[in-house]
T-cell receptor, first 112, second 113 residues
Framework: DSGVTQTPKHLITATGQRVTLRCSPR?????VYWYQQSLDQGLQFLIQ???????AKGNILERFSAQQFPDLHSELNLSSLELGDSALYFC???????????FGEGSWLTVV | DQQVKQNSPSLSVQEGRISILNCDYT??????FLWYKKYPAEGPTFLIS?????DKNEDGRFTVFLNKSAKHLSLHIVPSQPGDSAVYFC????????????FGKGTKLSVKP
């Protein structure tokens, strides 16, 4: 158990819909990262937050957004969903300045 | 353009033998490298790491070697055990990137009893 908690574990939704994925980082970690893993793809970095502020942005679509709240939990919002958005979405966290990030178990999103 | 490449999608090894997983990178600004192990339906688990100022790091059965001139790193598992069967991801940390990692596509290791 990494200490990073993600909900929901599985989600099935229709095209055009909007979903929210939730993440609680490890106790004491200020940085939260979101990654996407599609079929046959590696882990693609989406976005990073540090203590409530956006720190870095990767290959995140404009239809996607995220935020980190004062209690440090984070949400990833995916809107106008398309079939190609079906993937495993991982949240990870790290201590301030740390190079090692710790992953949650992921949220499996299926868009039908 | 992939900055971190794992050119072998899969590897099969006999129990007790050595497993060698390889990773190549293109960006000379990477200052830290990590290996993660992932079982199906679970998140990646941190395994071992190495700073770019070192060429070897060992932790039990796992050793990571870094060849900066060749921009190549490898993970050695000795002896391999059936429980090591998983997907292994190589990851690199760009200097000054505040923590986000760049991952390879992974190598699926199968250790046969």
């Amino acid at each position: 158990d990494s200490g990073v908690t993600q909900t929901p574990k599985h989600l099935i939704t229709a095209t055009g819909q909007r979903v929210t994925l939730r993440c609680s980082p490890r106790s004491g970690d200020l940085s939260v990262y979101w990654y996407q893993q599609s079929l046959d793809q590696g882990l693609q970095f989406l976005i990073q937050y540090y203590n409530g502020e956006e720190r870095a942005k990767g290959n995140i679509l404009e239809r996607f957004s995220a935020q980190q709240f004062p209690d440090l939990h984070s949400e990833l919002n995916l809107s106008s969903l398309e079939l190609g958005d079906s993937a495993l979405y991982f949240c990870a966290s790290s201590v301030s300045g740390g190079n090692t990030i710790y992953f949650g178990e992921g949220s499996w999103l299926t868009v039908v | 353009d992939q900055q971190v490449k794992q050119n072998s999608p899969s590897l099969s090894v006999q129990e007790g033998r050595i497993s060698i997983l390889n990773c190549d990178y293109t960006n000379s600004m990477f200052d830290y490298f990590l290996w993660y192990k992932k079982y199906p339906a679970e998140g990646p688990t941190f395994l071992i790491s190495i700073s770019s100022i070192k060429d070897k790091n060992e932790d039990g059965r796992f050793t990571v070697f870094l060849n900066k001139s060749a921009k190549h790193l490898s993970l050695h598992i000795v002896p391999s055990q059936p429980g090591d069967s998983a997907v292994y991801f190589c990851a690199a940390h760009p200097r000054g990137s505040q923590g986000n990692l760049i991952f390879g596509k992974g190598t699926k290791l199968s250790v046969k009893p």
